[in-house]
């Protein structure tokens, strides 16, 4: 699952944080990284996210800084759903 927002290259060589709201993500998701992507789709950069802890929040995602690329792009947020548990059933069930 991913979002997408159109951002802007005036910001480009600044450095800059974006800051994810993910408070309709229903467990076991959350929010891993951003992908900057070009308009026709090339991977630009990827950006890491960590938890914003220091606001006893879990929906909240904070980025390190990074310098955007100077050209327009697209921000992805990459969602993964963790289906470790589904599989050890899985296996448990078939043996």
């Known amino acids: 699952m991913t979002l997408t ?3 802007c ?3 480009a060589g600044i450095a800059t944080y974006v ?3 993910a408070s309709g993500l229903e467990p076991p ?3 891993s990284q951003l992908e ?3 308009l026709h789709g090339d991977l630009l950069a990827d950006v890491a996210l960590a938890s ?3 606001l006893q929040d879990d929906t909240l995602y904070n980025s390190s800084a990074f310098f955007p690329p100077a ?3 697209y921000i992805k947020v ?3 759903i963790i289906i470790i548990i589904i599989i050890i059933v899985i296996i448990f069930i078939n043996t």
């Open 78 to 80: 990459i969602i993964i």
């Open 19 to 21: 800051l994810v709201n």
């Open 36 to 38: 900057l992507v070009g």
């Open 71 to 73: 050209e327009f792009f």
């Open 5 to 7: 927002q159109r951002a």
């Open 29 to 31: 998701g959350h929010v």
């Open 9 to 11: 290259c005036a910001c």
């Open 52 to 54: 914003e802890h220091s």
